[in-house]
């Protein structure tokens, strides 16, 4: 925390929020910087890598290409790549769960929202549903709160 300077990050995510995203920020920052001179066989900042990186005559496609690999071979190496590949597949049914329109879940209301907190928002303002005791949980299939 010293060395980043986010030294009110230590009194911890509630007094101090900014700070503390900052210095977990950089610390991931330098765990992937890390990383990659591990993977480069680089003990310093100062040791030359062991790529053979793409001159700028070299097109750009095939620079794009090189980087590319360079980047899948690291995810492949360091996050494994089934895991990756299952966190982004979660994320796109979520993303195609939550695009709208959202009709509001009142027997008698037909109102549409572009967004589910929206709708959560009209729901729990003209119709009490949070009040409602009949509710298993406060927070929706999508992670909002009802």
């Known amino acids: ?46 040791d030359e890598s062991n790529l053979c990186i793409p001159s700028k005559d070299v097109s750009k496609e095939s620079r794009q290409k090189w980087f590319m690999d360079l980047c899948q071979e690291y995810v492949e190496r360091y996050l494994g790549y089934d895991d990756v590949m299952s966190i982004v597949n979660q994320t796109n049914a979520l ?22 907190s929206g709708r959560v928002r009209h729901e729990i303002k003209e119709h009490k549903l949070l009040a409602d005791k009949d509710l298993e949980s406060e927070i929706d299939e999508f992670g909002y709160y009802r």
Not at 24 to 36: D, G, K, P, T, Y
Not at 95 to 116: A, L
């Open 1 to 46: 925390m010293n060395r980043t300077g986010k030294t009110r990050a230590a009194q911890g995510v509630k007094k101090h929020y900014n700070e503390y995203k900052d210095f977990l920020q950089r610390e991931v920052e330098a765990h992937i910087c890390a990383s990659f001179m591990e993977m480069l066989d680089m003990k310093t900042l100062d």
């Open 95 to 116: 993303q195609k769960k939550i695009v709208g329109p959202f009709i509001c879940r009142s027997c008698s209301c037909e109102m549409k929202f572009v967004h589910h």
